[in-house]
């Protein structure tokens, strides 16, 4: 397959054709090329703390919104027609719900954090994974919400208070500072790490042409520090899930992998209906076969963003 054609024809950088040639195999790279143009279906999550499921669809739907059951996350839609925007009824003012990525649904409900927890969302903001983890706390417990950005920490805040969230303490600092806070006692952690963004291209096609390999490097360097403070803080029994979204093995198998050769950690079976195995060989590079417990979405298989997801459990 001619590498400079696919690159004219679908607008990425020469080395990024390159790289997915060896991840995706000839009968697969343009399916999954693609699907990166195609757009995606709009997707929210209902607000359980303030409505239900059912009141919410009935609400939205008299305004003359279409909506459809997402089937593998509970209390969420698609958006298959918007009279208006979504993000201007009064609903969304009042906090009924939260509009996100369906990928970016899946992590929270992953960790399965309880009330009485102790949670930590390390790169919380804007906070749709916060708001999610508050829910599945049931607004109980004590839910650490960490951000270092100054502007995404506003907009954190303002939808912890648009949702009626009141179990989190949000703090602006990097998360890879964790230790200095010295919580004790926690047994979640989500860690949805900064990355390269590579699975984002269907919503943000600049990043064709935006990002470098130089990227990759950066963000897997900041990554493993982060994943690392994260299994230092967890106590014996706690959970971890990692995620981000990139499609890049750098960036999530190769972290993992070293993550569980360096830690007492192990990789626990998502037992999810959706979603491809992670990889066992990236580049050439043997991984561990657990990785196969990870999972890996795809725009042109599951509609969703890229997207990578796994969870580690810490062993006495």
């Known amino acids: 397959m001619d590498i ?3 690159c004219s024809r679908f607008g990425y950088q020469k080395y990024m054709i390159e790289r997915y040639l060896e ?18 279906i709009p997707s929210i999550k209902v607000n359980t703390l303030k409505i239900s499921q059912e ?18 996350i509970p209390d969420a839609f698609y958006i ?26 899946i992590p929270s409900l992953l960790l399965n954090a309880n009330s009485g927890e102790i949670v930590v969302d390390m790169c919380a903001a804007p906070g749709g994974k916060t708001i999610q983890l508050a829910q599945s706390m049931n607004n109980e417990g004590v839910l650490f919400a960490l951000d270092l950005s100054r502007e995404r920490m506003k ?15 949000a703090i602006r600092m990097d998360a890879g500072n964790l230790t200095q806070l010295k919580i004790k006692g926690i047994s979640k952690i989500l860690l949805d790490a900064p990355c390269s963004g590579s699975g984002l291209i269907p919503s943000d096609p600049t990043r ?41 093995p750098e960036e999530n198998e190769y972290i993992i992998d070293a993550a569980v050769q360096q830690f007492r950690v192990k990789i626990v079976d998502l037992r999810l209906k959706i979603g491809e195995p992670g990889f066992t060989n990236a580049f050439g ?16 298989l599951h509609q969703t963003e ?6 580690l459990r810490k062993v006495a």
């Open 80 to 105: 298959y027609k918007e009279p208006f925007s979504i993000g201007a009824t009064t609903e969304y003012l009042l906090g009924y719900y939260y509009i996100q990525g369906v990928a970016s649904m």
């Open 285 to 300: 590079r043997q991984l561990m076969s657990d990785l196969e417990k990870a999972r890996r979405f795809y725009p042109y």
């Open 4 to 6: 400079d054609e696919l």
């Open 208 to 248: 064709k042409m935006s990002r470098n390999y130089e990227d990759i490097e950066i963000c897997s360097s900041k990554q493993m520090e982060l994943i690392t403070t994260a299994i230092n803080n967890l106590q014996n029994g706690g959970e971890l899930v990692y995620s981000t979204c990139s499609i890049e």
């Open 23 to 40: 991840l995706f195999d000839a009968a697969r790279i343009l399916n999954f090329l693609e699907g990166n143009e195609q757009r995606l």
């Open 155 to 169: 907009s954190l805040r303002s939808n912890l208070a648009r949702c009626g969230i009141k179990n989190v303490i």
């Open 306 to 311: 890229g997207f990578f997801v796994c969870k």
């Open 55 to 72: 009141d919410l669809y009935k609400k939205l739907t008299k305004k003359g919104f279409e909506l459809g059951p997402i089937p593998f």
